[in-house]
Each structure stands twice: as structure tokens, then as C-alpha cells.
């Protein structure tokens, strides 16, 4: 049975810094994509990043380009997500996915497994 399991969400200030994690189990995780997208209340789920199954190329969206880093620990199977200079508007659900054979691209379509989320919460 696969497993996405989020951790590392709470409250934070604006301008601070969060690490995620997401453990995966039951399935060959150097074989997949990992991203990461989030969904804050009454607004659809938004891609965030993402990291190709080899690890050789991420993707971002504009508004966390500088600020968010992903990056992967096979040995461990799992991702991190990096948060730096916290906004507001970063706060959401963080959810991570996971693509098989993936580039780690924009399109939640792509992704075969989901975890539960984790929440992230940016006081101004």
C-alpha cells in the first residue's frame, strides 16, 4: 500500500521559514516524480513545484521561484520542501504527489499517489 505522509506545517510569521517533509512508502521511490501542490481555502490546488524522478530537473511556479527549494533523499524516500521569506499568501494545504517515471511537472493529472496534507499557516 502506498503511503505519502506530510509533515513539518504550522504557524509561522511572515518572512520566516518552514521545512517540509514527505515520507513515501510502498513504492520504489527513486522511480518517481515528486511534487508539491497546495490548496488554500475557497481557491483551487495549485501546483507548487516538482522534482523529476532522476532528480536532474524541478519545476516552480512563478511565485516561489527564489524563495521555495525542493529537493530529494532517496536513501530516505523523501522530499523536502524548503520555504524561505514566508508570505500570507504562501498559507494552504500542502499536499505532496507522486508521478511514476515523472518530470515533476505542473499537472496534478500526472500524479498517481497523493498524501493528506499538511497545513501551513503565514500570520502577517
Known amino acids: 500500500q502506498v503511503q505519502l505522509v506530510e509533515s513539518g506545517g504550522g504557524l509561522v510569521q511572515a518572512g520566516g521559514s518552514l521545512r517540509l517533509s514527505c515520507a513515501a512508502s510502498?513504492?520504489?521511490?527513486?522511480?518517481?516524480?515528486m511534487g508539491w501542490f497546495r490548496q488554500a481555502p475557497g481557491l483551487e490546488r495549485e501546483f507548487v513545484v516538482g522534482?523529476?524522478?532522476?532528480?536532474?530537473?524541478?519545476y516552480y511556479t512563478d511565485s516561489v521561484k527564489g524563495r521555495f527549494s525542493i529537493s530529494r533523499d532517496n536513501a530516505k524516500n523523501t522530499v523536502y520542501l524548503q520555504m524561505n521569506t514566508l508570505k500570507p499568501e504562501d498559507t494552504a494545504v500542502y499536499y505532496c504527489?507522486?508521478?511514476?517515471?515523472?518530470?515533476?511537472?505542473?499537472?496534478?493529472?500526472?500524479?498517481?499517489?497523493w498524501g493528506q496534507g499538511t497545513q501551513v499557516t503565514v500570520s502577517s
Open positions: 504527489a507522486a508521478d511514476a517515471y515523472g518530470l515533476g511537472r505542473p499537472n496534478d493529472q500526472d500524479y498517481d499517489y
Open positions: 510502498g513504492l520504489m521511490f527513486s522511480r518517481y516524480a
Open positions: 522534482i523529476a524522478w532522476s532528480g536532474d530537473s524541478t
